[in-house]
């Protein structure tokens, strides 16, 4: 921690992402953007090269759907980011910013521990953002950390930022950056934003002995007359923050896909402590190895209010050789297959409205999909209609797979026993899963150095078939934690209420509830040691009643069913609007350690996920309820090709907790 009366940001790139959100602007409110993206380091600065350049995409195609004009988004880029037009771009914004403005920076590269220059910090290191122009190590005589930006000049260059825009306005910050953490699985195969090797000169000044012994973030998140802040990061100060394989096979920033993915989902009435719960949601899948932060005052409405909520319909972006383009891609959970209808704009209610045009996604990217037609329109009706969503499809439950072998004759025999795994595919470039064979053994890893099976030994067929069985385990649960819909009609919300036990006439029951607050890390994650009890609460928030089940997604890839449970009918799990069910048996957190996700899957008819999950997908599909056979497909379908669902029929809404050692 600063020990100093001055403002320090203290901007911890300890593998952080930062989102600081505010009061509610005036109406009259401009937003102004600072987007950073740093991916060709020189070789000669010793820095390796990363994929910020697909961050930069991601977010200023959000920041735009964010409400952000391009006229007001200054995109510094590569050779454009130094040290000295990154502190310009800020004193640029805070010209032209005004009291009651919005503010959106990011920082997407590299960052790194320096030595301390004013004995301001206990650990006797600063922390620093890497701009292009900055060196990896000390030279005496050459390069001594002047293009570091460090943490200090950073903070002093928004506090007057803060002040200009007052209480009224709002700041928001991201950086996609890292600089501790040293031990990795994936032997060279993950990108990491930053290093465990701090940048010292050997000149270190003397710590003042108190405060902070290094690491951690602390700033001053409220003042009197400033901007106030929040702060969301993408991990703890001692982990790694990696790149992760997007669904379309791109490297990315962790956070910065979680960011941008879930922009895309918000609602009016989001705060930063719902946007936080959707980015613990991906980032337990994405990067395990990563636990996201969060402080301040997480209650805030998400942009201080001025949030653009995602509609229930889209637009058409521009019309190619016959074929539209929507504003609608992987990130919102369109994939080829999902089919769409066209309807005038101002269309409320579809099924009361007659469709100008028909059609299905062909090709789809994150933020964009083609649209076949079908049949002859006029593309002048498309580019003023309105698009919606008729039967979507999810995307498929397959998983790219790398091989890095000592022995060639291994990546052949793998090779060979994935003709009868359809589910797994063989890649050259940007795998997702990685096997590592070395002598006799093979350790299976994800691109984001998340471990999945550590030190098979090569013994025959058995080994490899215990490798693809374990890969389509885990390509299976990744894609039932990745399937997230919302629908307001259905809209339940489940709750998990940590609580004591006491025995009466022979029965465990419910003793005491208590605050989830006592079990929330100071960053804001949740953490349950092995041994926790707890009851599970849901409630209606939707507009009809609605029928539900619970599914559990352990941290070894384990799928069940928790709720109905025992003797319960099916239709009993059942909630009216604004009405609230406590499942009172008692269930206690066991091993293994890593991330649990609880997710309610609520429906429009009653549905028993229990025989899919104990047959392995083969039980019988008897309410006719569209979720209920993709579900069955996914757990015991051998193509990974999976069918389109009208999602009016289903809502999903997901808690992740993680499991620690007592």
């Not at 953490?527 to 009643?545: A, M, W």
Request: with cysteine; charged share 20%; proline share 4%.
């Amino acid at each position: 921690m600063k020990k100093s009366n001055l403002f320090a940001l203290g901007v911890l790139l300890s593998c952080l992402v930062w989102i600081m959100g505010f009061t509610l602007p005036t109406a009259q409110s401009e937003k102004y953007a600072l987007l950073i993206t740093v991916a060709d380091y020189p070789k000669s600065s010793g820095w390796e090269t990363l994929s910020s350049d697909r961050d930069g995409e991601l977010l200023m195609e959000s920041m735009l759907r964010a409400g952000f004009k391009k006229v007001n988004i200054i995109h510094l880029s590569n050779e454009q980011a130094t040290k000295e037009n990154i502190v310009g771009a800020i004193r640029d914004i805070q010209q032209r910013a005004g009291n009651g403005d919005v503010v959106w920076i990011h920082f997407s590269g590299h960052g790194q521990q320096i030595t301390d220059d004013n004995g301001d910090e206990i650990d006797g290191y600063d922390e620093a953002l890497i701009p292009i122009d900055a060196q990896k190590n000390f030279q005496p005589g050459i390069y001594a950390g002047e293009n570091h930006l460090r943490d200090d000049l950073f903070g002093q260059q928004l506090l007057p930022l803060r002040n200009r825009l007052g209480k009224k306005g709002s700041v928001l910050i991201t950086i996609d950056a890292c600089h501790s953490g040293t031990a990795t699985r994936s032997s060279g195969t993950a990108t990491y934003r930053g290093t465990g090797e701090a940048f010292d000169t050997g000149e270190n000044t003397q710590p003042l002995g108190t405060g902070d012994k290094g690491g951690g973030m602390h700033m001053n998140l409220s003042t009197d007359n400033s901007a106030p802040m929040i702060v969301i990061s993408g991990a703890r100060h001692d982990q790694l923050n990696s790149e992760i394989i997007d669904p379309s096979g791109q490297a990315v920033g962790s956070l910065s896909y979680a960011i941008a993915a879930n922009l895309n989902r918000v609602k009016s009435n989001f705060s930063y402590a719902t946007l936080f719960e959707l980015i613990k949601i991906d980032m337990a899948t994405l990067a395990p190895n990563q636990d996201p932060q969060i402080e301040g005052d997480i209650h805030t409405e998400l942009f201080s209010g001025s949030v653009v909520e995602q509609m229930p319909y889209y637009t058409v972006s521009e019309v190619v050789d016959n074929f539209p383009i929507v504003n609608m891609g992987k990130m919102s959970g369109v994939h080829v297959g999902t089919q769409v209808h066209f309807y005038p704009i101002g269309t409320q209610n579809p099924e009361d409205a007659k469709a100008i045009a028909e059609g299905e996604v062909i090709s789809s990217d994150e933020l964009f999909s083609t649209i076949q037609l079908n049949g002859n329109v006029e593309m002048e009706e498309i580019r003023k209609s309105w698009v919606f969503v008729t039967a979507q499809n999810f995307g498929d439950i397959g998983v790219n797979v790398g091989v890095f072998a000592e022995d060639r004759g291994f990546e052949k025999q793998f090779e060979k026993s994935l003709k009868e795994r359809p589910l797994l595919r063989l890649v050259n470039e940007q795998p997702e899963v990685i096997l590592q064979q070395k002598g006799d053994f093979v350790d299976v890893v994800t691109h984001s150095d998340a471990m999945i099976l550590d030190g098979v030994k090569l013994e025959g067929d058995s080994a490899l078939e215990k490798i693809s069985g374990r890969l389509e385990k885990y390509s299976r649960a990744k894609y039932l934690r990745q399937l997230n819909y919302q629908n307001d009609v259905l809209d339940l919300e489940l709750e998990i209420v940590p609580v004591t036990y006491k025995k009466v006439n022979g029965k465990y029951v419910v003793d005491e509830e208590l605050d989830l607050a006592e079990y929330t890390t100071d960053g804001g994650q949740v953490e349950f040691p092995v041994g926790t009890t707890f009851i599970l609460r849901i409630t209606n928030y939707g507009r009809k009643r609605a029928y539900f089940n619970v599914l559990h997604i352990g941290p070894e890839d384990d799928i069940d069913v928790y709720l109905p449970l025992g003797n319960q009918n099916a239709m009993e799990l059942v909630l009216n609007p604004r009405q609230t069910y406590t499942f009172e048996r008692i269930v206690q957190i066991t091993d293994p350690i890593g991330f649990d996700i609880f997710k309610v899957v609520a429906t429009d008819v009653p549905i028993d996920l229990r025989p899919i999950v104990q047959s392995g997908g083969t039980g019988n599909k008897r309410s006719g309820n569209p979720f209920e056979a993709l579900f069955s497909d996914v757990l015991g379908s051998q193509t990974a090709t999976q069918r389109s669902v009208k999602p009016s029929t289903f809502h999903t809404h997901s808690i992740a907790v993680k499991v620690v050692n007592p």
